[in-house]
Nanobody, 125 residues
Framework: VQLQASGGGLAQAGGSLRLSCAAS????????MGWFRQAPGKEREFVAT????????YYAVSVTGRFTISRDNAKNTVYLQMINLKPEDTAVYYC???????????????????WGQGTLVTVSS
């Protein structure tokens, strides 16, 4: 599966952005989907995951209550709605697909098989 992330940009602290990740192929619903991010000089970190049918989600503590992951299997797209953005949310955001994952609690990048190219989110104070 090929993934294309979009929707990044510049936002002020307290603002919002919505990221999208479009997947190619007809097997999108068979993949667990996740969002990760990587700030300059830091390792890639888990943000959120969503199950194949969208019935289960899991979030990093740092974004819980502010970010919402969702998916539309008919459109082969996963979303990340971000509100109340903080400067520490500044990073390149990546979507990822995992074919062998059976739980949303799999949060290590190595658990995921396919990655999008990333979209930059910059939050100014």
């Amino acid at each position: 599966v090929q993934l294309q992330a979009s929707g990044g940009g510049l936002a002020q602290a307290g603002g919002s952005l919505r990221l999208s990740c479009a997947a190619s192929g007809r097997t999108f619903s068979t993949y667990m989907m996740g969002w990760f991010r990587q700030a300059p000089g830091k390792e890639r970190e888990f943000v959120a995951t969503i199950s194949r049918l969208g019935t289960s989600t899991y979030y990093a503590v740092s974004v819980t209550g502010r970010f919402t992951i969702s998916r539309d299997n008919a459109k082969n797209t996963v979303y990340l709605q971000m509100i109340n953005l903080k400067p520490e949310d500044t990073a390149v955001y990546y979507c990822a697909a995992g074919g062998q994952i059976t739980t949303t609690r799999k949060t290590a990048p190595n658990d995921y098989d396919y990655w999008g190219q990333g979209t930059l989110v910059t939050v100014s104070s």
